[in-house]
């Protein structure tokens, strides 16, 4: 090993190089002696001028992130979060830019005899990611032929008709692609079926979870097998408290959960140096779902013996874990630097963790990435298209006479399908019903959809191509404006009038909706054009537009074969280029392109100012749409918080909580005078997920201010309901004789 210590960025004034300059230094110009890279300062290499993204590349070995924590040991210990807000932003998120593989804790802050903070060192866990650097290591010098990879497929619940049932992947042929590409790179695999339905019937002729296909032959003649003997011998090796848990919870090892012939039995195949197989069951019981993410159950022997058995008895060198979203990374444990006894580090251990993962779906992605170490390769959304109608009638303008005998029909659909409420559909004027109707249906034809399934490494061609780029350019993307709203703009309309006014008619008899149609099929016919034609003219407004569509997003597009690329340069130990997670048709292109290996975001910056305007929008209209319905304010609102969400959109949920409180960040909280909120302050009940919690602990903590900010106002309860709910609970409490200043605490 080369213990490197040095600054991170450069300070000229004092003659003080940064990291590169220094590596160039001691190793010589780009020379890297060195297979792995273990890191153990905060924040990002990138953000403090350490090393570019382009030298990182250069430099071409994974980077593990050990953790300096400001927690004694104890304290770490005893946490269920693991780290506090702080290291999460400092050790994780924030090196997470840089691409890393996430280690663990190393250090943890205590205070020495005179009062000054030191870092002691957490021994076993430096043990524990020194080891993990051992075998990214390898993954360099093992010869191709001789490496052992084991492909593990999604399978909830645990039923053969599930298994590779990864959210928007067609996960049989993109692991038959995948055994392709791996053959032709010279790795020892017997077979490659020729379709991916013959891949899925080798699978479901084998071991797999499914007990209703159980059978005495199929039992029998299982490959993966771990006596009884041997896994007690492991389970010994277990921390005391995990062991204890286990037993409590699936008695004595191994339990009974595929137990057959004093042997556990292991799902899945070989295939030359390949195990192909699937993920093993959370757990069984009435509620498979509630078992999935229960924070508290420990995963049955099976589980652990499973991956015990792939770590040391197949004694594979990397594991590739297929698809968004498997069980391993939700295990019980601490949600970020795990300890010894956390049931994601038992799993995965030191073994290399690839994981291609929808790139959309980033809170969970982030999950798999800081509890089950995993080198994420983020593959591209589905095919995307509009949703459409199967029917858009024009009844109203070609049968006149017959309006009225429909009238009932339509009324009593248009409630039974919930395009208006129940309550209000039954007395409303048919041309206000019609109204509302249409401004639904409009909303719903044009709602983008998925289009099928992503195959990794195949990007988008044809019609599909041209879909993909509408439901890009559909929204504005950074400094280019939308689609949408520049032809709307070249035919004479305010898109965002229009759009809101769906159900309306204009001075010349004719409905937004269909005006809203016109526009819609404008689009597609310019992408069209674009796509298709080398030498296209358009108007000088649409230019920027269809620039960008031939510069920008179909190359990138075109570089979707870099997911697959990628999982090969994990399989043998080099660096996969991180960028960021996210949806390219919600306005975040930077996502393309994929195959890279995603990160979150700052949390810190949450909402950005275009979320929290957005955020704006959605509280107005929640507002609006109740007082339509109660012709008063709502006191309370309760707002549910998803971690992915609120990454998708870069917080736009948030800022509508802030906005709802009468608050707004910038970027500290600032409370918005009565006399400009032009109305009272609402009192907001967040609901929050624990991956939000874990994922954006400095984003919470603000929502919580705002709420103590505006309860501690000089505002009569009229103008604000968190101060009048305040002392309407108070007032409770106290009469049930609580002391009046708990009762206020």
Not at 238 to 244: F, G, I, R, S, W
Not at 343 to 369: D, F, M, R, V
Request: glycine content about 8%.
């Amino acid at each position: 090993p080369i213990i490197f210590y040095g600054q991170y960025g450069s300070n000229p004034r004092v003659g003080i190089p940064n990291m590169k300059l220094s590596m160039n230094h001691l190793f010589g110009k780009d020379v890297f002696p060195f297979d792995v890279l273990i890191n153990t300062c905060k924040f990002s290499y990138q953000s403090l001028g350490a090393q570019t993204l382009e030298e990182l590349k250069l430099q071409d070995v994974p980077i593990i992130q050990g953790y300096t924590i400001y927690m004694d040991e104890k304290t770490w210990a005893a946490d269920p979060q693991g780290v506090t807000p702080l290291d999460v932003n400092l050790s994780i998120s924030q090196p997470e830019l840089d691409g890393v593989i996430q280690g663990g804790v190393v250090a943890c802050q205590t205070f020495d005899e005179r009062g000054h903070y030191v870092y002691l060192p957490v021994k076993e866990r430096i043990a524990a990611i020194v080891e993990r650097a051992i075998k990214w290591s390898k993954l360099r010098h093992i010869p191709v032929s001789e490496r052992k990879v084991a492909i593990i497929l999604h399978n909830y619940p645990p039923k053969n008709s599930n298994i590779g049932s990864a959210a928007g992947l067609d996960t049989p042929e993109s692991v038959r692609r995948l055994l392709q590409v791996m053959q032709d790179e010279g790795y020892t695999v017997d077979t490659v079926p020729e379709t991916s339905a013959e891949l899925m019937d080798i699978v479901t002729s084998h071991m797999t979870n499914d007990r209703s296909m159980l059978t005495d032959e199929l039992l029998a003649s299982a490959e993966g097998r771990l006596s009884s003997a041997d896994y007690k011998a492991y389970f010994e090796t277990l921390p005391a408290d995990t062991q204890k848990s286990m037993i409590e919870s699936w008695g004595a090892a191994p339990g009974d959960v595929f137990v057959y012939d004093d042997e556990v039995i292991i799902p899945g195949f070989s295939n030359g140096n390949l195990w192909i197989t699937v993920q093993p069951p959370r757990g069984f019981g009435e509620n498979v779902s509630a078992i999935y993410h229960d924070p508290c159950l420990p995963p049955p022997h099976q589980y652990l013996a499973f991956y015990h058995w792939v770590r040391n008895v197949f004694e594979a060198d990397a594991v590739i874990h297929v698809g968004t979203h498997g069980s391993l990374e939700w295990l019980p444990g601490k949600g970020a630097g795990l300890s010894a006894s956390c049931y994601p580090e038992i799993g995965i251990s030191s073994l290399p963790n690839i994981y291609p993962y929808w790139t959309t779906i980033i809170g969970e992605g982030i999950q798999a990435k800081r509890r089950s170490s995993a080198c994420l390769v983020g593959h591209l959304s589905p095919p995307m298209t509009t949703a459409g109608l199967y029917e858009h009638s024009h009844f109203e303008q070609e049968h006149p006479e017959s309006v009225s005998d429909i009238e009932n029909v339509i009324r009593e659909k248009a409630m039974a399908c919930h395009l208006i409420d129940e309550e209000q559909g039954a007395t409303m004027e048919m041309d206000d019903l019609i109204t509302a109707v249409h401004e639904k249906l409009s909303d719903l034809k044009h709602m983008q959809m998925r289009n099928g399934l992503h195959i990794l490494g195949q990007g988008p061609e044809g019609v599909e191509l041209e879909e993909f780029i509408t439901a890009i350019v559909r929204t504005p993307q950074g400094d280019i404006a939308s689609g949408l709203e520049i032809l709307a703009e070249e035919l004479g309309y305010d898109w965002s009038y229009v759009e809101q006014h769906a159900g309306d008619v204009n001075d010349e008899g004719i409905r937004y909706s269909h005006i809203i149609d016109q526009i819609w099929n404008e689009l597609r016919a310019f992408v069209r054009y674009v796509v298709n034609t080398p030498d296209y003219t358009v108007p000088e407004r649409l230019a920027p537009l269809a620039a960008v569509i031939v510069r920008e997003y179909i190359p990138k597009l075109g570089q979707t074969k870099n997911e697959i690329t990628s999982i090969s340069q994990g399989l043998q130990g080099q660096y996969v280029e991180p960028g960021p997670g996210g949806a390219p048709s919600s306005g975040q292109v930077n996502v393309l392109p994929t195959g890279r290996n995603f990160y979150g975001l700052d949390e810190r910056a949450l909402p950005t100012k275009i979320a929290y305007q957005l955020g704006i929008d959605l509280a107005d209209q929640v507002i609006a749409d109740y007082i339509l319905n109660e012709q008063r304010y709502p006191e309370t609102v309760g707002i549910i918080l998803w971690a992915s969400s609120n990454s998708r959109s870069h917080g736009q949920c948030l800022g509508e909580f802030l906005y709802m409180l009468g608050v707004r960040p910038k970027w500290q909280l600032e409370v918005i005078p009565l006399e400009e909120l032009q109305r009272p302050r609402i009192d907001v009940m967040g609901r929050i997920s624990g991956l939000i919690r874990d994922m954006m602990p400095t984003a919470i903590s603000w929502l919580d201010k705002a709420v103590e900010m505006v309860s501690e106002l000089d505002e009569s309860p009229d103008d604000n309901y968190v101060k009048k709910h305040i002392h309407d609970d108070v007032d409770w409490l106290v009469e049930q004789g609580e002391d009046p200043l708990l009762a206020t605490k």
